[in-house]
């Protein structure tokens, strides 16, 4: 299977920036899309940005033209770059990856994992 492991969360002044990164490891596998959603204390998991295998991208409307999703495949690296940081960004972010990988047997198997989550809080 595929693990995902997040890094760069932390704690940033209103209007700040911190860049996340989530990367993938395992064996004989690609990955397709890779999304970052996520999740504020009382509130849904929502979906902040998507990046498919051709490099397109799309964004929650609340975060687009501040936040840019990126990926590095010879890395199996995918990055969330967050500008102009707003209190209402403060949340458990999670990097979500969707793809497939050979097993034992050398059969093809989708695959879709998430991430433990990385804390991005924005506070003065």
């Given at each position: ?16 920036s ?10 004989s596998f ?12 009382g ?18 409307d609340?975060?687009?033209g ?59």
């Open positions: 299977q595929v693990q995902l492991v997040e890094s760069g969360g932390g704690l940033v002044q209103p209007g700040g911190l860049r996340l990164s989530c990367a993938a490891s395992g064996t690609s990955i397709d899309a890779m999304d970052w959603f996520r999740q504020a204390p509130k849904l998991r929502e979906l902040v940005a998507h990046i498919n295998s051709g490099g397109s991208t799309s964004y929650a609340s975060v687009k501040r936040f840019t999703i990126s990926r590095d495949d010879a890395k199996n690296t995918v990055y969330l770059q967050m500008n102009t940081l707003k209190p209402e960004d403060t949340a458990e972010y999670y990097c979500y990856a969707e793809g497939s990988y050979y097993d034992s047997g050398a059969r093809l198997k989708a695959f879709n994992s998430w991430g433990q989550g990385t804390q991005v809080t924005v506070s003065s």
